[in-house]
């Protein structure tokens, strides 16, 4: 029997919410450097129209842990509308860039 984590469970929580407000929402989507390593994960990509928005879950309040994976994730997407930060334990959506 495989043990659900608490981040899966935050993730896929908050992804039945977003579902709602967005027209496409994709989860878990790694991103690579030119020489192929990878470089960080998205936990979740939404799309309204053209726009893009990104939300980084954490399990605790860390916004800085977050806020460091948002900053590589921007310089590989820079077209992004809004990122956020998702706290699992309390449930708060803070907007980051």
């Known amino acids: 029997m495989i043990k659900k984590l608490k ?3 935050y993730l896929k929580n ?3 919410h977003l579902r709602l407000v967005y027209d496409d929402v994709s989860t878990n989507i790694p991103l690579y ?7 960080a ?3 979740i990509l939404a799309r309204r129209g053209d726009d ?3 939300y980084e879950v954490k399990c605790s309040y860390r916004p800085l842990k977050a806020q460091k994976q948002l900053k590589k994730i921007k310089k590989l997407i820079p077209n992004v509308k809004r990122m956020f930060f998702f706290c699992g334990e309390s449930g708060s ?5």
Do not use: A, G, Q
């Open 14 to 16: 908050l992804c039945e």
């Open 93 to 97: 959506i803070e907007m980051v860039f």
């Open 52 to 54: 893009i928005y990104i």
């Open 7 to 9: 981040h899966d469970t």
């Open 41 to 43: 994960e998205i936990d």
């Open 33 to 39: 450097s030119k020489k192929k390593r990878r470089i």
